[in-house]
Structure formats: structure tokens, C-alpha cells
């Protein structure tokens, strides 16, 4: 497993124990300062037992029961009178949305119900996966630039940009082409999605074709040769491994890199695996779609055809 994930499920651990001892400080120290909520305490934990003990030997535990329910009364009273809020007894997580398990439940809206990352975990991760992306290589490619008004006569455009930049803040974009001239900011809205999911913490990556083809070309050659240094082939996996699994990969400027006997092969295996897993992919072409047609064959074409959608940029906005 990634060791950033172990390093974070280790700062969860350390903040659940921490509220633990914090949360039993606490309680001794209220039942020091107030003996007598201590005395009733050990009187609830009494009547508890006889409670059990009567229902073990199949007698009715009634009697018990309203004594328990009145003892439980007055340290309620108790309690009040010395102003002390009964949440004192329990437990105070660092994080109240998720109790630091690190997940939350959503309610999906066909009504299945599915474990999520809470936002405490992706807060941890984010420095880790902005880091990984490679949207450091592109500073300035971000939201944050207000890119909308370079779209300013082109309407169209402005839409697009702001549904992608509200997909990206909830880790929902699709499958997309983004293709068109140079200079109409399909790479600035690549990053700038991708930049919005490794701040989330979701993995991202950001990558040249011609980069994502060297790789994979050296993935091979590890693969197929008799011997490569351990340091190396685990490094190249690695890489392999991140370009297949990341949440969002853009590959950036499709067909500008060299062709070779494999081209076309491994970029099909590498979209086939990251569709069947769900995971979302982003390619930048200056190609429209007749050429990258004739360029990769059929079946990458029906591939995208199927599973993207395409978004010409376009109009006469500012370059970004
Ligand atoms: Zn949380």
C-alpha cells in the first residue's frame, strides 16, 4: 500500500487516542472536584450489574430498572446544579464530521449508501498528491486565475469553463477531449482541474503524451528484459502504477509525440484500464477529431467516441 495513506491512517490513530486520554482527564478531574457524582456513578455501575445478574437468572430486572432510571435522574440533577454539561464525559474528536475514522457515509442520489474520504484525510493528503501531480510545473494554471474573463466574448466557452471548474471541486469530471487550436487554454483548464482535485486530496497527474509514451515504453523494456536494476524497475512501476491509477490524468498535447510500433497500443491499454476502474482522464489535443482518427486508427477513436466527450476550444478569447 502507498505509505502516505499509512502515514495518514497513523496522525488519525494518534488523534483518536489523544481525545480519548483528553476525554478521561476530564471526567476524573469533574469527578474529583464533585465526590458525589463519583458515588452515584459507582451506584448506576452497581445497579447495572444487579440488573444483568437478575435477567441472568431469569428473574424480572423491574425493580432495578426504576432505580437505575432514578439514580441516572439525579446525577442528571446533579450534574446541572454544578453546571457541568454531561457531553463533558465524552470523548471530543479532532474531527466531529467523521469521528477521526477518516470516512463519512453520503447517501448517493439513487438512495445506496457509500463510504467517503472525509475532508480531514484529504486535507492531509493534499500537500502529498499537489506535490505528485506535476501541476507545480505550471504555476498560475489554476482557478484561482479567474480565467473566466479571457472568455469574456465567448460565452459558450465561459459556460463550459465554469462547469468543469464546479465538477472539479466536487472529483466529478468526465472523461474529456479538450481539443482545438493552440492558445485557447485547453492545458490552463486541464491543470487548473487537476490542480482542484490533488487539493483535495485525490491523486492527480499532470503529463506531456510524448512523457506518458517514454514511460510506458521503458515499462516494457523493464518487463521484457532479463535484468534491471531493483531500484529502477520499482521506480519505473511506481510511475506506471500512478499514471494508471491516479484519480485524474491529463495527458497533455496528444499526436505531437514520436510515433512508434507501440503507440497506439499502449495508449489504448492504458485508457481501457483507467475507464474499466472508473478513473478520470483529460486529453489536450491541437488535433480536431478527423485527424486524431486517421492518426490512431478505429479503435482508439471508438474508444474515445464511446467513453469522452469532446469539448472544442474555442472562440476569440485572450491565449491563456
Ligand atoms: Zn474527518
Known sequence: MDSVYEDVRSILENRRIRSEILQ??????????????????QQIASA???????????????????????????????????????????????????????YVVKTTKDGQQREELCECIRSLLAPVMLS??????????SFDEGAERFYESAPAMQELYGKLRQLAGKGKVPNA???????????????????EYARSGR?????????AQELMMEHRKVIQSFYTPRGKEKEVEKKVGYLT????????????EARTANTEADLLNLLDTRILSGKTTIITTNYDMESLKERYGGRFFDRIDRNFRMFPFSGSEKAL
Do not use: W
Open 48 to 102: 447495572k450489574e444487579q440488573m444483568l445478574l437478575e435477567s441472568l437468572e431469569g428473574n424480572s430486572s423491574d425493580r432495578q430498572a426504576l432505580e437505575l432510571k432514578d439514580l441516572e435522574k439525579k446525577k442528571a440533577d446533579l450534574l446541572s446544579s454544578f453546571g457541568v454539561d454531561p457531553k463533558d464525559f465524552q470523548a471530543v474528536p479532532f474531527c466531529s464530521k467523521c469521528g477521526d475514522t477518516g
Open 177 to 195: 477531449v479538450f481539443y482545438g487550436s493552440s492558445g485557447k487554454g485547453k492545458t490552463f483548464t486541464a491543470v487548473a482541474i487537476a490542480r
Open 203 to 211: 491523486s492527480a497527474m499532470v503529463i506531456r503524451q510524448a512523457e
Open 245 to 256: 491509477e491516479c484519480d485524474i490524468l491529463v495527458l497533455d498535447d496528444l499526436g505531437v
Open 132 to 141: 505528485r501531480s506535476g501541476v507545480e510545473k505550471y504555476p498560475g494554471y
Open 24 to 41: 478521561q482527564m476530564k471526567s476524573e478531574k469533574i469527578l474529583l472536584d464533585h465526590p458525589e457524582i463519583a458515588s452515584l456513578e
